[in-house]
């Protein structure tokens, strides 16, 4: 099936973790992460992330739930959806959104569990740069109808892939491509999400730019956290295309992926 290019940024610790710890998501802040990250704003154009949007011009980018709440955390309740629920798992594309004016890119999250709530629709909150930008999320036959009903209410786009507990990742890439014309997706998720995509054939490049700093931790979230390889699976190989030296000790690899045999 067609589907867009699939460019993985993270930024890790030398041992790998994307964050200090397990319960607290990087979203909501942690001092401790921003002083390995040593981050200023002033250097933010000449940050691998930044660079790579530069390069390859990414229509939307990919999160996963866990980028916005905690593993175990309970979700607010939603009220129960009465009625005939078959029409919710449609794709939701409404036009007010899809042909909205000045359409620049997706924020495309994974929340087939309907774990999040509170979304951030519109990306003019987060700035100049993501005006334009626009919420969508990416849910399967096994999602609520209850949260169905609720991203419907919230006018939040939403595309169906999966009936076997988890999002479909190949499916719902196609689905970027034919439906919305996307040829291009940046993941900036964390290790689940981007361990699944690996695992399922579908990243092109992988970048990682590494803080000075060692964390450590069993639980610590981590670059590709997927289950191990079968005695007869090979590992993924990666081309490197670059290795620069950023600011303040941080390095940024960048690689392509080289495809299993079978895998497009
Ligand atoms: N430093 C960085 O660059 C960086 C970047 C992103 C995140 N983070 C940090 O990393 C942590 C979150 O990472 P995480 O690994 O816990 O969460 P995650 O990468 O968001 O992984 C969970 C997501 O992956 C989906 N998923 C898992 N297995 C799947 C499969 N087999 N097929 C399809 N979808 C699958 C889940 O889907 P469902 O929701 O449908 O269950 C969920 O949306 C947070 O602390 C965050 O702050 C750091």
Redesign the pocket.
């Known amino acids: 099936m067609k589907r867009p290019q699939v460019i993985i940024?993270?930024?890790?610790s030398v041992d790998g973790k994307?964050?200090i710890s397990?319960e607290?998501?990087?979203?909501y802040g942690d001092e401790r992460w921003q002083a390995i990250e040593a981050w200023s704003p002033a250097e933010e154009s000449t940050g691998a992330y930044d660079q790579i949007k530069r390069i390859h011009r990414p229509q939307a980018t990919l999160?996963?739930?866990?980028?916005f709440v905690?593993?175990g955390a309970e979700p607010g309740p939603l009220p129960p959806f009465e009625g005939d629920p078959e029409p919710l798992y449609e794709d939701f594309l409404p036009d007010g959104v899809i042909r909205r004016e000045g359409h620049r890119g997706w924020f495309t999250?994974?929340?087939?569990?309907g774990?999040v709530r509170n979304w951030i629709k519109d990306g003019a909150a987060f700035g100049a740069d993501h005006v334009g930008w626009h919420l969508l999320a990416l849910?399967?036959r096994h999602t609520p109808a209850a949260y169905l009903a609720y991203l419907q209410r919230e006018s939040i786009p939403y595309l169906v892939a999966?009936d076997n507990g988890?999002?479909?990742?190949g499916v719902a890439l196609g689905k970027l491509a034919t439906e919305l014309g996307v040829t291009c997706v940046l993941s900036?998720?964390?290790?689940?999400?981007?361990?699944?995509l690996l695992?399922?054939g579908l990243v092109d490049e992988v970048n990682v730019e590494f803080l000075p700093g060692v964390i450590g931790g069993r639980d610590t979230?981590s670059l590709f956290?997927t289950p191990g390889l079968a005695p007869d699976e090979m590992p993924t190989r990666l081309k490197l295309i670059s290795a620069q030296m950023q600011t303040r000790g941080r390095v940024w690899l960048r690689y392509h992926v080289i495809p299993k045999e079978g895998e497009v």
């Open positions: 940024i993270n930024t890790a994307l964050a397990p607290r998501p990087l979203l999160e996963g739930s866990g980028s905690p593993e999250a994974v929340d087939g569990r774990r849910v399967g999966g988890h999002v479909d990742l900036t998720a964390g290790g689940k999400l981007n361990g699944a695992r399922a979230p956290e």
